[in-house]
């Protein structure tokens, strides 16, 4: 059987994927320093989103948002689909679970 060349490349890209969003092993073939420098600048891209979607979260949590963010993000990758209003979601949940969000409606 021969090998499958798009299978064999969407396995190499899940594992660079995996790499720099989800703190997983170096692929073969890639520096591993730039590597940690991609996975860097992306968690902080996604760490500066969440705080522009749910500031409230960032605001609470003060000085402890960015290691909670990193610890959890890291744990946690985006999966492909969502949108950055259900992962600030997700997020929150996991850092204040027993403070649900209160929608305009529910405001008082």
Do not use: C, S
Not at 22 to 42: K, S, V
Not at 45 to 63: F, S, W
């Amino acid at each position: 059987m021969t090998p499958d060349p798009r299978a064999d490349l969407a396995r190499r890209q899940a594992d660079l994927l995996r790499a720099v969003l989800a703190d997983g092993p170096p692929p073969p073939g890639f520096d591993e320093r730039m590597l940690a420098i991609e996975a860097t600048a992306l968690l902080a891209k996604r760490r500066r989103v969440n705080a522009i979607v749910d500031p409230d979260t960032a605001a609470e949590l003060g000085d402890r948002y960015r290691e909670l963010f990193d610890t959890w993000a890291k744990a946690h990758p985006r999966p492909a689909g969502t949108r950055a209003r259900a992962d600030a979601a997700a997020f929150r949940e996991w850092a204040l679970p027993a403070k649900r969000r209160r929608r305009w409606w529910q405001r008082r």
